[in-house]
């Protein structure tokens, strides 16, 4: 009789909610990729520019990443980020690797949510 008990207060207490929910785990956004950069490079300290990023699956909310740093970016078409670099990012010559991130999305406490990305490496030549 105590088995029959306690087997039914498991089956009720998990049945209630009380057992471990299921989540889905993340699955990854998309990646994007880079195709070209405007403009191509620069000479080490002439002063901050605009950096234009072109490529495919950019997220709304994607960034770009200077030299490991993520910029304040701006999405200007469906193709094309934005954003402004400052001069000490490019105080010194030598190649410097441009990614581009679309960010981690929630899922709620049952998954559904996106895992951010970041692009493979394109160089920008600081000469």
Do not use: D, W
């Not at 049945?15 to 195709?35: D, E, F, L, M, V």
């Not at 072109?54 to 193709?79: E, P, W, Y």
């Not at 410097?96 to 709620?108: E, F, H, L």
Request: proline share 7%.
């Amino acid at each position: 009789m105590r088995l029959a008990i306690v087997f039914l207060a498991c089956a009720l207490a998990s049945g209630c909610g009380y057992g471990s929910k299921s989540t889905t785990p993340p699955t990854p956004a998309a990646t994007p990729s880079i195709t070209q950069l405007n403009p191509a490079g620069v000479i080490a300290n002439s002063g901050s520019f605009q950096l234009e990023v072109v490529g495919t699956s950019f997220a709304a909310n994607a960034s770009i990443n200077f030299n490991g740093v993520k910029q304040s970016t701006s999405l200007v078409t469906a193709g094309k980020l934005a954003a402004q670099i400052p001069n000490s990012a490019i105080a010194t010559a030598g190649p410097v690797p441009v990614t581009v991130t679309n960010p981690a999305t929630s899922g709620g406490i049952y998954g559904g949510g996106t895992t951010a990305v970041t692009s493979q490496a394109m160089t920008f030549n600081v000469q």
